[in-house]
Nanobody, 123 residues
Framework: VQLQASGGGLVQAGGSLRLSCAASGRTDVMGWFRQAPGKEREFVSAMRWGDSKKSYSNSVKGRFTISRDNAKNTVYLQMNSLKPEDTAVYYC????????????????????WGQGTQVTVSS
């Protein structure tokens, strides 16, 4: 499975961006992680295809929304009320088999990774 992410860019604080990630094959879980300079990769959000259950990190809850388009095998991340601390490279990730909700935030559980897309939020 190949993942193609897009939609990053430069935006002012308080603005919005929408990231997209298209998968070349079927997966049961898709999500987003991010990595800021000098920091470890961290979980942002993920979604289970089968029951549409979603998970968000506390830092983005209420501002970001994950959604999907089944027909296109594509997951989206709508990012609103962006803050300078959201600046990072955002990576799309996918897993072939289902996963318990509590494990959605663990990067080691994902089988495939996209190339990353830069999001820069200016103050």
């Amino acid at each position: 499975v190949q993942l193609q992410a897009s939609g990053g860019g430069l935006v002012q604080a308080g603005g919005s961006l929408r990231l997209s990630c298209a998968a070349s094959g079927r997966t049961d879980v898709m999500g987003w992680f991010r990595q800021a300079p000098g920091k470890e990769r961290e979980f942002v959000s993920a979604m289970r295809w089968g029951d549409s259950k979603k998970s968000y990190s506390n830092s983005v809850k209420g501002r970001f929304t994950i959604s999907r388009d089944n027909a296109k095998n594509t997951v989206y991340l709508q990012m609103n009320s962006l803050k300078p601390e959201d600046t990072a490279v955002y990576y799309c990730a996918a897993r072939e088999n289902n996963l318990i909700l509590s494990a959605l935030g663990q990067s080691k559980m994902y089988d495939y990774w996209g190339q990353g897309t830069q999001v820069t939020v200016s103050s």
